[in-house]
């Protein structure tokens, strides 16, 4: 069984409060995993832009969908069985997303070669994002130590993030079951997209 904790970099001097480096995680130079501990983004914080190459190696930036909903995804490991369930969830119910106004990102720490053989052998439907410095992961906090039978690794938290029109993120779910992923997005949609939701 899998347990984790967040990454902590040692002597890592701290960002003014509230400067962009702050919000995203950043504070002060990386280093070896150690005592530096990100914050996960929270709601109501603008989410870090970024970009990242696609399966097919195109830039894909965040801030390109600005205006439409965007549910911004980290998962482990491409073609691992966890992360397949997680995957074709979102690729069979691609017809909710849509009518939900909302763009699927999934992100993971593998390159692009890796992606694109789990994109192409899932026939999936949506952009999977190549983070293979796992510096996206790391802004948002969710790049953390796990551990299983004893051993200790770093990589992704299986965390989702709902991003409204606006850039700020609605909704953060974390540690999500695969089989349970699109219902509980696609609620969280549903919350956001109501007035003042």
Known sequence: MASSRRCRHPGAGA?????????????????????????????????????????DG?????????????????????????CTTQACGVRDRRADYERANAVVLGISPDPVAKVKKFHDKEGLNFALLADEGHSVAERYGVWVTKSMYGREYLGNERTTFIVDP?????????????????ELVLKALGRAARPGG
């Not at 390109?64 to 691992?80: H, I, L, M, Q, S």
């Not at 606006?166 to 699109?182: F, M, N, Q, S, T």
């Open 166 to 182: 606006d850039g700020k993120v609605a909704e953060v779910l974390r540690k999500v079951k695969p089989a349970e992923h699109d």
């Open 15 to 55: 960002a003014p409060a509230g400067s962009v480096r702050a919000r995203a995680g950043l504070d002060g130079a990386r280093a070896p995993c150690g005592d530096y501990d990100p914050s996960v983004i929270e709601q109501g914080q603008e989410a870090p832009d970024f970009e990242l190459p696609d399966q």
């Open 58 to 82: 195109r830039p894909v930036k965040l801030s390109d969908f600005r205006g439409e909903f965007v549910v911004v995804y980290f998962y482990p490991k491409a073609a691992t069985p966890g």
